[in-house]
């Protein structure tokens, strides 16, 4: 116990005396300060004693080069090919990294940024938006087409402070674009707490930047998108270049992880139902890249591409459109609301202007209403950017899935009267059948209607009386139509043929599904046949819709029941 009193003791003593040494040598370095600026404002001015001193010598900054660990490697001499014609033997000899069995040049952009400093991204051809689609004449009309409607059915540019967000409730938009200002003072938590949902439609789509992905910005953006009722169903990403701010190798900022970012994400999140194949007035997919390339404003490290308005524009043709946390200098733009960043503002007498020259006014209620609803007065009440028959036309369509038989929706109408003929017209997403109800037109038309943007297709005549035509709709039930279609189209057609007193037709090909007959039919009998061969044909679409063998069968029976005068039909069902 004693031991350790005695070594705590000296331990303190030791301390207690450097401590004192310490201060007397700022006491002695203090001291000699003043001493020093007492003998510097006593000199004369200019001190022409000190200026004739000679210059002592200075030491070399920096020890000399070490001699190499290793002895240089000789530079290694490609082997001459005389089996290559003149052509490519020049080409080995010009470029290093030609090779000739593929006639092409491998460029390694890897090692001349290690070289060079310069971003691979630099030598992207075509990333200007005036060259981006040079060799597609049909893109380029397009996105002409595009930016002409858009710029015709536009409101003017409105700003407000962010003090005054509160005031834009009980608005609604179709499109909110965020650049959030993430510092000390503003987290995920603050954004999260932004009025967002309150100020958006249904539908509608929010675009919010989120860093380069080097952190948590990728995940926690997810996470807010969902609070805010959104669903993350796209990632723009922003690649930056350097051809103007290359500064050489090893200049660019430093980072926090081993690979150098160069690139920055905006997550798109979709609230309500948006289907781009029937929703074509609210949303043209497609038409544009979701790769922005860009160098960037020197003046405002912090800004983001112009394009993505272009971007935004294109997509939803919703005109009800909001930014927060916008610039004055750089975020105004018309058809858009901006809500300016805190600590950015208009002074007293000052107009606010976008970058291409308009005048921007601060947002009024009143105003703002009024400009949206002669909008929309143009739309047939909705507040979106018309849409042409020529930008139809051109724009992307969702492709089509297969056993489609191209049916993209429209009208559909099914009908059969007694004594004509059966027309039907597909439409997708709802099923349509008709049979011969006591020849009574009325009874026999079953009529769905789909919004006329869609496209009306697969008309399919069916010749004779009383024949039900039940279609099906959904993936699985485009096969059904289909083959239901053909065994009424086909096998009932043949069938009639054979009424009278003339044999029908055999058909040995058919195959021993259930309901067909591979004899020949004769007569009455015929027209019988005729109504077994669809019933085998929707048979076989049947499964494909789940409860396609239940509806099908008795719409097939009822069919032939209702041909008096040609027998019952189908024996099946009495």
Not at 105 to 110: P, V
Not at 328 to 337: A, F, I, K, Q
Not at 433 to 442: I, K, L, R, V, Y
Not at 523 to 546: I, K, L, T
Request: with cysteine; charged share 20%; aromatic share 6%.
């Amino acid at each position: 116990m004693s031991t350790a009193v005695a070594s705590t003791a000296e331990v303190l003593n030791s301390a207690h005396s450097l401590l004192t040494s310490h201060r007397e040598l700022l006491t002695y370095v203090r001291n000699s300060q003043r001493t020093h600026r007492r003998q510097l404002r006593a000199l004369a001015s200019p001190p022409s004693d000190l200026l004739n001193l000679p210059v002592i010598d200075s030491p070399a900054p920096s020890p000399l080069p070490s001699p190499p660990s290793s002895p240089q490697l000789a530079s290694r001499t490609r082997a001459q090919r005389t089996d290559l014609p003149p052509a490519k033997r020049a080409r080995i000899a010009r470029y290093a990294n030609y090779v000739p069995e593929e006639e092409t040049i491998r460029n390694d952009y890897s090692q001349r940024y290690v070289d060079s400093g310069e971003w691979p991204q630099n030598r992207v051809l075509g990333a200007e938006p005036s060259r981006r689609f040079e060799e597609y004449p049909k893109q380029q009309r397009l996105l002409s087409l595009k930016k002409e409607s858009v710029d015709a059915h536009t409101a003017p540019p409105f700003y407000l402070p962010f003090s005054q967000l509160s005031s834009l409730h009980p608005q609604k938009y179709d499109v909110i674009l965020l650049d959030p200002p993430f510092s000390s003072s503003f987290g995920w938590d603050d954004l999260q707490a932004l009025p967002v949902p309150s100020l958006a439609a249904d539908p509608s789509f929010v675009f919010m930047w989120v860093g380069s992905g080097a952190g948590e910005g990728l995940e926690r953006g997810r996470e807010v998108l969902a609070k805010w009722g959104y669903r993350r169903c796209e990632d723009v990403v922003w690649v930056k270049t350097n051809i103007n701010t290359n500064r050489g190798p090893g200049t660019d900022p430093p980072t926090t992880s081993l690979l150098t970012r160069t690139k920055q994400h905006c997550l798109m999140g979709i609230r309500g139902t948006v289907r781009r194949s029937t929703d074509s007035w609210f949303v043209h997919c497609n038409v544009d890249t979701d790769v922005i390339i860009w160098e960037g404003d020197p003046a405002d490290p912090t800004r983001k591409p112009p394009e993505m308005y272009t971007l935004i524009e294109n997509f939803c043709l919703g005109t009800r459109r909001l930014e927060l946390f916008g610039r004055v200098c750089s975020s105004l733009r018309r058809g858009w609301v901006t809500v300016l960043t805190e600590g950015d503002g208009i002074t007293a007498g000052e107009q606010a202007r976008t970058p291409e020259g308009d005048v921007a006014q601060q947002w009024d209620k009143d105003t703002w209403e009024e400009a949206t609803r002669q909008l929309a007065s143009l739309a047939g009440g909705k507040s979106v950017v018309p849409n042409s028959q020529e930008i139809e036309a051109l724009r992307p369509k969702s492709p089509m899935r297969p056993g489609n038989s191209g049916v993209s929706g429209g009208v559909g109408v099914g009908v059969a009267i007694s004594g004509g003929v059966g027309v039907g017209v597909g439409s997708a997403g709802l099923g349509m059948n008709a049979g011969n109800m006591n020849a009574d037109p009325t009874m026999n038309m079953n009529l769905v209607r789909r919004p006329p943007s869609q496209n009306q297709m697969m008309v399919s005549p069916m010749m004779g009386m009383g024949m039900p035509m039940d279609m099906g709709m959904g993936l699985g039930n485009m096969m059904g139509m289909g083959m239901g279609n053909m065994g009424m189209m086909g096998m009932g057609n043949m069938g009639v043929m054979g009424m009278g007193d003339m044999p029908g037709a055999a058909f040995p090909w058919v195959g021993n599904g259930d309901g067909m007959w591979d004899e020949g039919m004769m007569g009455g009998v015929g027209m019988g046949g005729g109504m077994n061969m669809g019933n085998a044909g929707m048979g076989v679409g049947g499964p494909g819709m789940g409860m396609g063998m239940g509806i099908g069968n008795p719409r097939m029976g009822m069919g032939g029941m209702g041909m008096g005068q040609w027998g019952q039909g189908y024996d099946g069902y009495q």
